[in-house]
T-cell receptor, first 116, second 115 residues
Framework: DSGVTQTPKHLITATGQRVTLRCSPR?????VYWYQQSLDQGLQFLIQ???????AKGNILERFSAQQFPDLHSELNLSSLELGDSALYFC???????????????FGPGTRLLVL | AQTVTQSQPEMSVQEAETVTLSCTYD???????LFWYKQPPSRQMILVIR??????QNATENRFSVNFQKAAKSFSLKISDSQLGDTAMYFC????????????FGQGTRLTINP
């Protein structure tokens, strides 16, 4: 158990819908990262938040957004869902003290999203 | 561009054998960290081992060790005395100190340990 929690574990929805994925980082970790794992694209970095602020952005679609709340949990919002958005979405957390950001990232169990 | 290449899509060995998974990477940065993550059938991403690029000594964690060749940008993982529970996808990844703090992953190697 990494200490990172994600809910829900599974999500089945229809095209055009909107869903919210939730992540709670390990106790003491200030950074949260979101990754998407799909069959054709592999593991792709989406976005990072550090202590409530967006720190880095990767291959995140405009239909997707995220935020980190004062209690450090994070939510990833996916809207206007398409079939191709079906994937495993991981949240990871790290301490990220200072600008280095090279502390080890610990992954949650993931949310498996299926868009029908 | 920053990339990671794992040239072995699948590998299979007998229990108790030693197996080496290959990984090469490309980055123009000189300061970075390298990782191997394991993803068993449960799909959980589990850290196996970590290597700081500035350290010449290869990292080891029990039965897991790495061969880090910085000049060649090579970072292979050796699993000794393999066990059935080592069956998983293994991903090589790195993160640079400068720039976006994101892990860049390879496509993975599916390792099967046979009884």
């Amino acid at each position: 158990d990494s200490g990172v929690t994600q809910t829900p574990k599974h999500l089945i929805t229809a095209t055009g819908q909107r869903v919210t994925l939730r992540c709670s980082p390990r106790s003491g970790d200030l950074s949260v990262y979101w990754y998407q794992q799909s069959l054709d694209q592999g593991l792709q970095f989406l976005i990072q938040y550090y202590n409530g602020e967006e720190r880095a952005k990767g291959n995140i679609l405009e239909r997707f957004s995220a935020q980190q709340f004062p209690d450090l949990h994070s939510e990833l919002n996916l809207s206007s869902l398409e079939l191709g958005d079906s994937a495993l979405y991981f949240c990871a957390s790290s301490v990220s003290v200072g600008a280095g950001g090279t502390e080890t990232q610990y992954f949650g169990p993931g949310t498996r999203l299926l868009v029908l | 561009a920053q990339t990671v290449t794992q040239s072995q899509p699948e590998m299979s060995v007998q229990e108790a054998e030693t197996v080496t998974l290959s990984c090469t990477y490309d980055t123009s940065e000189s300061n970075y960290y390298l990782f191997w993550y394991k993803q068993p059938p449960s799909r959980q991403m589990i850290l196996v081992i970590r290597q700081e690029a500035y350290k010449q000594q290869n990292a080891t964690e029990n039965r897991f060790s790495v061969n880090f060749q910085k000049a060649a940008k090579s970072f292979s993982l050796k699993i000794s005395d393999s066990q059935l529970g080592d069956t998983a996808m293994y991903f090589c990844a790195f993160i640079t100190i400068q720039g976006a703090q994101k892990l860049v992953f390879g496509q993975g190697t599916r390792l099967t340990i046979n009884p």
